[in-house]
């Protein structure tokens, strides 16, 4: 008698089972990582975003007009993508403090939501 070659139902599932073992493991893992890379990119556009202004506020003694302004003078090289909302037009801009020129002293985060540590992005 010739015996095929190839596998058996039973070491398929077997194989199949061990595979769905690993990915009820890996699978939420990996959606955690993401979320925490989310966060922290978002973290390290407004801090360079905020190293501009400040850059800005340095060089000209006064604030700029608009964070498109930032890019015009060089101070960023394009607008940051919020990676939560995926977009670079929702940042929320905060005015200078009272007596200093220009209309963007600080930004914020338009992304709705809450962060893993509880606090929301806007509040960043």
Known sequence: ???????????????????ATLMTI??????????????????????VMREALDHHYGDTGRYPDSLEALVEKRYLRQM?????????????IVPPPAGAEGLVGDVKSGAPGVARD??????W
Do not use: C, N
């Not at 398929?12 to 595979?19: C, D, S």
């Not at 940051?80 to 929320?92: A, C, G, Y």
């Not at 509880?118 to 509040?123: E, I, L, N, R, W």
């Open 1 to 19: 008698m010739h015996r095929r070659a190839g596998f058996t139902l039973v070491e398929l599932l077997i194989v199949m089972a061990i595979i």
């Open 26 to 47: 890996a699978v939420p893992r990996y959606f955690s990582s993401l979320e925490s890379s989310k966060e922290t990119a978002l973290r390290q556009s407004l801090s």
């Open 80 to 92: 940051p993508v919020d990676p939560i909302t995926e977009r670079s037009d929702l940042w929320v």
């Open 118 to 123: 509880g606090t929301a992005y806007a509040d």
